[in-house]
């Protein structure tokens, strides 16, 4: 076989008897689109999707419908947006924050503009996606598919393993271990993010190719997907303010050990930013294909 090295690992991802009857398709078809991390994802679906269910006649999903995978990108930028924006609420309940929060208008109007737009994107979030999900957990139920409930389930398995995790090295990583220590735990625990997000994502994506549910719930989705989106630019743009706040404020407690382990606040302000910064790219552009893709009475 000629395919390159990607593709042939992308095709052992499925059953062998899948890859028997359609391997030479599905390589074919790689070799028509190309790999990127748009096919990659909807490749990982249908491997699951394969051994989850070895005796259907599916090639491979669709690779799954365009407004359902950028609905579900953004919603999966949103889960990260929002572990960087914990991390930004974390960052910020010491007594310097809240008492330069309390006493400098600059820096309390850009924590309290964070809080609302965290809020408003977790509303308009929850109408995304509240609706598409009871109805696949209703079409699980009706036709007896209880595997649709377990995979919806992952994902709070998942963010709930990682919580338990984070505590744990918050507790762990007390004052006398040294930065080497430090930083690898923060990379442990970037790492089980990375992880649970990706099961997540994958298991939900699972989830809604098999579910048999209304297109309208997905297109109802599209104006709450964009607001949600568009809050998560202010949270980022006001974050970024309130960095450049509190340095006009206090410089002295803009340069301290106050983030996450009590490593460098300046970096980790950096890193918070960078986050919600990529997730609202990511967020972007999925939003864009989202409203193209709509039908016009969507939009």
Known sequence: MNEPRATRFLLRLF????????????????????????????????????HLHPHTNRRWPPMIQRMRRSELVIFLAWVVFAVAGSGFGWMTKDEPFVYLRDSNPAVGLAHAAVLIGAIVSAVALAVAGIPIALAIAGDGLRRGRFGQLVLLGVPFIAVALWIGLTLLLVAFAGPPVDDVVRIAIALLWLGAFLVAVAVGAVSLGVAALNAEIDAALYRRAVWPATVTVLAMLAVTLTVLAWGVALVAADASVFWGSYGFLATSLPLNWLAIVLTMGGACLVAVRAGRRLRREAPPQAA
């Open 15 to 50: 059953p062998a008897d899948w890859r028997a009857r359609y391997g030479e398709e599905f390589v074919a078809l790689l070799v028509q689109t190309g790999i990127s991390m748009g096919i990659v994802f909807d490749v990982l679906l249908a491997a699951v999707d394969a």
